[in-house]
RNA sequence: GCUCCCUUCGUCUAGAGGCCCAGGACAUAGCCCUCUCAAGGCUGUAACACGGGUUCGAAUCCCGUAGGGAGCGCCA
């Protein structure tokens, strides 16, 4: 593999469902990759035992999945740098905390969490900075030894190095200028012996020749960290590009009071996954295509220098839009998959067929389809007030003669020369009777869907004075 | 509190000193099409956070102000 070949990753943590605002993260990654013809992996930071779950790494992967978001390399799918879970991955980082702690870079911390936390309010109350003390900073080896007597287990902490610029070139921002005095010394070994994330992300993102990491920006400021950390590694890093937040309509992060939030909420919702793509893809990030794109076009029409700077706000109105995009570019047999599990296995070819082009440029979501489902095929039909005034109106001859007509041949042509009515006097009446309401879809193929002992029990009904 | 990031129509955004009295998309309003609704077509309403500079000229550059967000965790 070439040196700067591309590759990217998503690495989320499997403590809770595929938020959105992750969804986007992978996949801006997934199709950076697939522009440069890269590869891109899937990594499951899992070092906090306590808050991974089984359940979440196996929906984590079906999310992806059903979003398309093909990874090349994961838990799942052998690579170059196996394993793929950082739980695993102990013995790779074991040599490079000795590496650290041998040069002097990261040294055993004993504070305790009571400690640290007094501190921290301490500083804060202060009015400065919360930042690590460095109490045990320049322990020497007889302190360290008396208090590993003692039986305290240390965390490990790197050592932030004194007045040292941190600079680099954010994919997203642009130049970005940190100072090593703001950044307390932080812990990169937990006091149980699993690596802390400044240390694992970091670390695994160049021992997995990652070349570009889109994140969030809640992660530009502890980015410096990261370079110095990988710098006393002497690994190279990969270029970051931070992305703005995902926020609701509201302006603040997107929650659960938002609503669906969750691509397993949105999926379940009904909403189709190049919807929920479509709609990703241009939330921080900006196309001049305005049609719904498959993901290899998103990818050849994704740009690092789209990628937008501020928060963008997440509406439904908009995914909404590009599910009835989808929807009305749906090919007729892939129409018929989608619909076909709502429908009854009585219909006929032609019921069928009839039933979803009627239907179809009216619905969003194939929920939507159930009412007039029930409508054409149920049984007890329900009027709304204007319709049964409407259909008693048109008079019983009216209802007679189509019933009459219908005997020879059920279609709208020949029930019109037989009522000798046209327009609207003619299509109303026969709407409200047949549908119980004034409004829906073309009446032709809903006409041609329905049974015909249904349509002449309908006509019958009002053909009676 | 300190550090960092951000700010164009209601929303997603285009815009890298003159092409912008700001363009597109969603939403919204109206019209056309039409048996109705939807779809489709057309038209419209609607924005450069504010204040100072720099410049012949600023949405674009600089400085401030305001507002929003993030980080400062043995969470990721």
Known sequence: ??????????????????????????????????????????????????????????????????????????????????????????????????????????????????????????????????????????????????????????????????????????????????????????????????????????????????????RGEDHLANTPRQQLLLEGLELAPPQYGHVSLLVGTDGTPLSKRHGATSVRELREAGYASAAVCNQLFRLGHSTPLNQLLSLPQMAAAFELEHLQRAPAHFELSQLRHWQSEWVHALAPEAARRWLEPLLPASLSERQVESFIAAVRPNIVLAEDARAWLQIIFGEALVFEEPALLAARQAGAAFFAAAAQALEERADLGALRRATGRKGAEFFMPLRAALTGRLHGPELAPLLAAMPAEQVRARLLRFAAP
Not at 32 to 40: P, Q, S, V, Y
Not at 93 to 99: A, M, N, S
Request: net charge positive.
């Open 1 to 214: 593999m070439s040196r700067d070949t591309v590759v990217t990753r998503f690495a989320p943590s499997p403590s809770g469902e595929l938020h959105l605002g992750n969804a986007r993260t992978a996949l801006f990654n997934f199709l950076l990759a697939r522009k440069r013809a890269g590869r891109f992996v899937l990594r499951i930071e899992d070092t906090d035992a306590g808050r991974t779950q089984e359940t979440f790494v196996a929906a984590l992967a079906a999310d992806l999945d059903w979003l398309g978001l093909a990874w090349d390399e994961g838990p799942d799918r052998p690579g170059a740098h196996a394993p793929y879970r950082q739980s695993q991955r102990a013995a790779l980082y074991q040599p490079l905390f000795e590496r650290l702690e041998r040069e002097q870079r990261a040294y055993p911390c004993f504070c305790s969490h009571l400690e640290l936390d007094l501190s921290r309010r301490a500083q804060l109350a202060a009015g400065r900075a919360p930042r690590y003390a460095g109490t045990c900073r320049e322990l020497g080896a007889a302190e360290r030894a008396a208090r590993l007597a003692q039986g305290r287990k240390p965390s490990l902490r790197f050592r932030v190095p004194h007045a040292r610029q941190i600079e680099f070139v954010d994919l997203v921002h642009g130049r970005q200028r940190f100072v090593s005095d703001d950044i307390g010394d932080f812990i990169i070994r937990r006091e149980d012996g699993s690596a802390a994330f400044f240390f694992s992300n970091a670390v695994d993102d160049a021992l997995m020749q990652i070349s570009h990491v889109l």
